[in-house]
């Protein structure tokens, strides 16, 4: 593992910049925030941060709408700030991933001012016009064309319409992102999490989409057609291909695709020998029904629909999904903590996940997510997963001196850092005795997979390495069960009550909801 890439062998811990600390009580957490919480982080043993975007924006989309790739919001910070953030990341012996916002730019970006303001502007192209709208829709619901008065034109936005879609078959736009991107590698940032990589490229025809049959009243407006002609194109590899190359311009840095895709063509975003993506995001844990038997089938299926020497990765939660706590229930959570944890490869959690943190209800009047706002009532709002961190028991539970830009969880005097880290037994201690654990057992990370099975409620699987054999049981059921079982010791238990118990030779008793690792006594052959 020594010679392996850093990112390999990581934890990135997704941070949404705007919830993670409030240094100068506006509400809204900042850079300064984040460095006044890197200790945390050492502390939790994860290993990369990814900040979502930081950069200039009207905040349309809450930073997803760039209005110039290479500046830092001034709610966040300076690039001052950013640099030092950089250096005391790099100082804590972590790394630092920035997202990358390709597909589209903000309408207020100097790009597109230009691009709308005449038919002949040379920036014209850098968008997508037409004279007439297809059927294409936004994924914010409505229409994805815009018509724009000046020109008479529609342009094309695939979210909302002060997010314009990017020309990517342009060579200019091309030149000039990829310059954006050097701008960061320059500067020392570690690598990108590129968003939304499977929709940069459409149909050169702007062929309309096909009627979705799966389509059910109730649904986002968006799954009304099959995204064939505005989504996963062939050329996107050939694309992803280049980005690739500017990033290998650089040493040691990593490339990360955000594509919600199925497993075939999600792989195919490696890319040919491997150039494509280092890690093109696997969302299974986030898709799969949670129950022992769905979640083997996505363990198999995605190892076994793996490419030659292409490097495994597994999500839990991020900025636009259900937190895992509420999705599953606080006991699950642990087993959910235990089974990405276990997992081979390179791993992603987001914040607020090592507390068990739950989504928290938004009252209508305080909607900020437009994905709520414009299509009310369909769960499509991304608020309730994007809550401030709470620190304390304090006012504000540490996040801020003012007034959150979302309120905190009605449960934050109780489910706080400092709580939880005075609780032995809490998530927190078990998230760090598991990444912990991923750093003194390398099997874990790069060991084979192997014995995927189910019996009852229990999921079983083994990581087994040149030095040991491990075993991780995890019941998702609601009642106690028992195991037949080699002999064994148990290193590591979801509730933290059971390590060093050398195991009984032929059964183990698990209970409801109950995770553990067990080594093997028998060596690997
Ligand atoms: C995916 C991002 O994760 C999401 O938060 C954003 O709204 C869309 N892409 C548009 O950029
Ligand atoms: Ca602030």
């Given at each position: 593992?020594?010679?392996?890439?850093?990112?390999?062998?990581?934890?990135?811990?997704?941070?949404?910049?705007?919830?993670?600390?409030?240094?100068?009580?506006?509400?809204?957490?900042?850079?300064?925030?984040?460095?006044?919480?890197?200790d945390y982080l050492v502390n939790l043993g994860v290993n990369a941060i990814w900040i979502s975007p930081i950069y200039p924006s009207p905040m349309a989309d809450f930073g997803y709408d760039v209005a110039d790739y290479c500046g830092i919001d001034q709610l966040f910070?300076?690039?001052?700030?950013?640099?030092?953030?950089?250096?005391?990341?790099?100082?804590?012996?972590?790394?630092?991933?920035?997202?990358?916002?390709?597909?589209?730019?903000?309408?207020?970006?100097?790009?597109?001012?230009?691009?709308?303001?005449?038919?002949?502007?040379?920036?014209?192209?850098?968008?997508?016009?037409?004279?007439?709208?297809?059927?294409?829709?936004?994924?914010f619901g409505g229409s994805a064309w815009e018509l724009d008065e000046t020109t008479g034109q529609y342009y094309l936005h695939s979210f909302l319409k002060q997010q314009p879609d990017l020309n990517w078959r342009n060579p200019d736009v091309k030149a000039a992102m990829?310059?954006?991107?050097?701008?960061?590698?320059?500067?020392?940032?570690?690598?990108?999490?590129?968003?939304?990589?499977?929709?940069?490229?459409?149909?050169?025809?702007?062929?309309?989409?096909?009627?979705?049959?799966?389509?059910?009243?109730?649904?986002?407006?968006?799954?009304?057609?099959?995204?064939?002609?505005?989504?996963?194109?062939?050329?996107?590899?050939?694309?992803?291909?280049?980005?690739?190359?500017?990033?290998?311009?650089?040493?040691?840095?990593?490339?990360?695709?955000?594509?919600?895709?199925?497993?075939?063509?999600?792989?195919?975003?490696?890319?040919?020998?491997?150039?494509?993506?280092?890690?093109?995001?696997?969302?299974?844990?986030?898709?799969?029904?949670?129950?022992?038997?769905?979640?083997?089938?996505?363990?198999?299926?995605?190892?076994?629909?793996?490419?030659?020497?292409?490097?495994?990765?597994?999500?839990?939660?991020?900025?636009?999904?259900?937190?895992?706590?509420?999705?599953?229930?606080?006991?699950?959570?642990?087993?959910?903590?235990?089974?990405?944890?276990?997992?081979?490869?390179?791993?992603?959690?987001?914040?607020?996940?090592?507390?068990?943190?739950?989504?928290?209800?938004?009252?209508?009047?305080?909607?900020?997510?437009?994905?709520?706002?414009?299509?009310?009532?369909?769960?499509?709002?991304?608020?309730?997963?994007?809550?401030?961190?709470?620190?304390?028991?304090?006012?504000?539970?540490?996040?801020?001196?003012?007034?959150?830009?979302?309120?905190?969880?009605?449960?934050?005097?109780?489910?706080?850092?400092?709580?939880?880290?005075?609780?032995?037994?809490?998530?927190?201690?078990?998230?760090?005795?598991?990444?912990?654990?991923?750093?003194?057992?390398?099997?874990?990370?790069?060991?084979?997979?192997?014995?995927?099975?189910?019996?009852?409620?229990?999921?079983?699987?083994?990581?087994v390495g040149d030095q040991d054999r491990l075993v991780v049981l995890l019941n998702f059921g609601h009642s106690p069960v028992e195991i037949e079982m080699e002999q064994g010791t148990v290193i590591l238990s979801t509730n933290l009550d059971r390590e060093r118990h050398?195991?009984?030779?032929?059964?183990?008793?698990?209970?409801?909801?109950?995770?553990?690792?067990?080594?093997?006594?028998?060596?690997?052959?």
């Amino acid at each position: 593992m020594q010679n392996s890439p850093w990112w390999q062998h990581s934890v990135i811990y997704e941070i949404y910049p705007r919830s993670f600390q409030d240094s100068n009580g506006d509400g809204i957490g900042d850079l300064n925030g984040i460095i006044a919480r890197l200790d945390y982080l050492v502390n939790l043993g994860v290993n990369a941060i990814w900040i979502s975007p930081i950069y200039p924006s009207p905040m349309a989309d809450f930073g997803y709408d760039v209005a110039d790739y290479c500046g830092i919001d001034q709610l966040f910070g300076t690039m001052e700030d950013f640099k030092h953030l950089l250096s005391e990341v790099h100082r804590g012996g972590l790394k630092m991933i920035l997202d990358f916002v390709p597909n589209h730019s903000s309408d207020q970006h100097p790009w597109f001012v230009e691009s709308r303001s005449s038919l002949t502007n040379p920036k014209r192209d850098w968008y997508l016009w037409r004279d007439q709208p297809n059927n294409w829709l936004s994924h914010f619901g409505g229409s994805a064309w815009e018509l724009d008065e000046t020109t008479g034109q529609y342009y094309l936005h695939s979210f909302l319409k002060q997010q314009p879609d990017l020309n990517w078959r342009n060579p200019d736009v091309k030149a000039a992102m990829f310059d954006t991107l050097r701008f960061w590698l320059r500067l020392g940032v570690d690598g990108f999490r590129v968003d939304v990589m499977w929709l940069m490229i459409k149909d050169d025809q702007f062929r309309d989409n096909p009627p979705n049959p799966g389509y059910r009243l109730g649904q986002p407006s968006n799954n009304r057609l099959l995204p064939v002609y505005n989504s996963d194109r062939p050329e996107i590899h050939g694309l992803v291909a280049e980005m690739r190359a500017v990033v290998d311009e650089f040493p040691d840095r990593v490339l990360i695709g955000e594509i919600y895709l199925p497993i075939q063509q999600l792989m195919r975003y490696y890319g040919a020998d491997l150039k494509g993506a280092h890690l093109p995001f696997n969302f299974q844990l986030l898709q799969c029904a949670w129950n022992a038997e769905s979640l083997a089938q996505a363990i198999t299926g995605y190892q076994g629909a793996l490419p030659g020497g292409a490097w495994p990765n597994w999500v839990l939660g991020n900025h636009d999904q259900s937190r895992i706590a509420s999705r599953v229930g606080p006991r699950q959570a642990r087993i959910a903590a235990m089974l990405l944890l276990t997992l081979p490869g390179t791993l992603t959690m987001y914040y607020g996940e090592e507390l068990g943190m739950a989504n928290v209800p938004i009252a209508p009047e305080r909607v900020q997510d437009p994905a709520e706002k414009n299509e009310p009532g369909l769960g499509q709002g991304r608020d309730p997963e994007r809550t401030p961190m709470p620190w304390d028991d304090s006012r504000c539970a540490g996040f801020t001196t003012g007034l959150p830009w979302l309120p905190l969880g009605d449960d934050y005097t109780t489910l706080n850092v400092r709580a939880l880290e005075l609780d032995q037994s809490s998530i927190l201690h078990l998230y760090r005795r598991l990444i912990d654990l991923r750093r003194t057992r390398p099997t874990l990370v790069s060991g084979k997979l192997q014995s995927v099975t189910v019996q009852s409620d229990v999921l079983r699987f083994q990581r087994v390495g040149d030095q040991d054999r491990l075993v991780v049981l995890l019941n998702f059921g609601h009642s106690p069960v028992e195991i037949e079982m080699e002999q064994g010791t148990v290193i590591l238990s979801t509730n933290l009550d059971r390590e060093r118990h050398p195991q009984g030779i032929k059964t183990l008793g698990l209970n409801a909801a109950e995770g553990v690792i067990i080594e093997l006594d028998q060596l690997p052959a």
